[in-house]
């Protein structure tokens, strides 16, 4: 029994220890390394002084674009970085394992296992401000990134479709790298191609002010002798713009044209004015056939009312006859069954008169006969006479 119980305790003792090396006192605070291309970077915790990262223009995500994190934990924990505008990757491109503007995330977590480091890399492809969080065991550290503008590999034009002949009209061009952000401080050439109008400037560079940012403005003035302007715009110095399309990303712009109608006011003026009396005559003619139209319809609804007025009189008249004749055939009627009526009832009191006096001739005979009997009877039976019928 002893035995059992010194074992037990040594188990117990056993798990004992075992527990207090897995966890240690107290959690180390997490510390983060930040560089760029193995340069130490000490200012991207403050948003005034973010860590300066080129975009990634080749489509490859290199030291020379990522901002490095190393981020020193306590063993068995996690690391959870969270990024806005910008992107996290775990490691760096290589032709075996490519790693692209398209790649990565805006959230990773890294478990340390028996490690006490995690690292990881974050690039952005926009010149706004990008914050990077990072998070162990409640500790939470912020830093943040922008981007830096690549070459231009986009020239937008905007132009008006048409203007008056002999008119100034605006043209803007907006210089934007491959990721779309605007490129300030670039010249840009405009070359009008014939006698299309005339350019107040030939070069221009892209603004620096927030209304102007990436854009470059051009006045042309309008030909008189031309039904079009057309006007090419390029890149004053070559090596401004991407020498060559990237696979995978949006392939260059860099010789972009303006067309602009030349619109001829007088003769728009003359047209409108002719297409106006050609529409005023048609108008008076469709005005004529309708008033025409109109009247017609009224005569010979007026006719059609006149004609049923005279069929309605006709029928009136012929009903009102027929009426008449009814009423003297019912009084013909009425009086030919007032004289039947009048003879039947002659001939019945007559008939009436003849049975009476029938009635009253045999019931005479009858009683003549009777008392005659009666008499006879009376002479032979003297004691059981019978009277006579009066």
């Not at 012929?318 to 009048?342: F, P, Q, Y």
Request: aromatic residues 4%.
């Amino acid at each position: 029994m002893k035995s059992f119980k010194k074992i037990a305790l040594a188990l117990v003792a056993a798990m004992t220890m075992g527990t207090l090396v897995a966890s240690p006192a107290s959690a180390a605070p997490m510390t983060v390394a930040l560089d760029v291309n193995g340069t130490a970077n000490t200012t991207a915790s403050a948003s005034a002084t973010p860590a300066l990262l080129p975009v990634p223009s080749d489509n490859e995500v290199n030291a020379a674009d990522a901002l490095k994190f190393v981020a020193t934990v306590d063993t068995g924990t996690a690391v959870t970085a969270t990024c806005t505008n910008c992107t996290i990757v775990s490691a760096l491109h290589t032709s075996t394992a490519p790693v692209n503007a398209s790649s990565g995330s805006a959230s990773l977590t890294i478990a340390t296992g028996t490690g006490i480091t995690a690292t990881f890399f974050v690039y952005t492809k926009t010149t706004a401000i990008g914050t990077v969080v990072v998070n162990n065991q409640g500790t939470t550290l912020t830093y943040y990134v922008q981007g830096q503008v690549g070459k231009i590999n986009t020239l937008t034009v905007a132009a008006p479709a048409s203007g008056a002949a002999g008119t100034k009209q605006t043209i803007t061009v907006t210089a934007t790298d491959i990721f779309g952000n605007k490129v300030s401080g670039k010249s840009v050439t405009g070359r009008v191609f014939g006698s299309g109008g005339t350019l107040e400037t030939t070069t221009a560079t892209t603004g620096a002010t927030l209304a102007t940012f990436g854009v470059a403005e051009f006045k042309v003035t309008l030909p008189t002798d031309s039904t079009r302007s057309l006007v090419e715009f390029s890149l004053t110095t070559a090596t401004d713009g991407e020498s060559a399309n990237v696979a995978g990303l949006t392939a260059r712009t860099l010789a972009p044209y303006a067309e602009i109608a030349v619109r001829d006011l007088a003769a728009e003026l003359a047209k409108a004015q002719a297409d106006l009396a050609a529409e005023k005559t048609a108008a008076a003619a469709a005005k004529s056939a309708a008033d025409k139209a109109l009247a017609d319809a009224v005569a010979k609804a007026a006719a059609d009312a006149a004609a049923a007025k005279l069929a309605a009189d006709a029928a009136a008249a012929t009903a009102a006859a027929e009426i008449v004749k009814l009423k003297a055939d019912a009084v013909t009627a009425k009086v030919a069954a007032d004289k039947a009526l009048a003879d039947a009832q002659s001939a019945a009191a007559a008939e009436l008169a003849k049975v009476k006096a029938d009635n009253a001739a045999a019931i005479a005979a009858m009683k003549k006969a009777f008392n005659s009997l009666a008499k006879k009877w009376n002479a032979k039976n003297p004691t059981a006479k019978v009277a006579l019928v009066k």
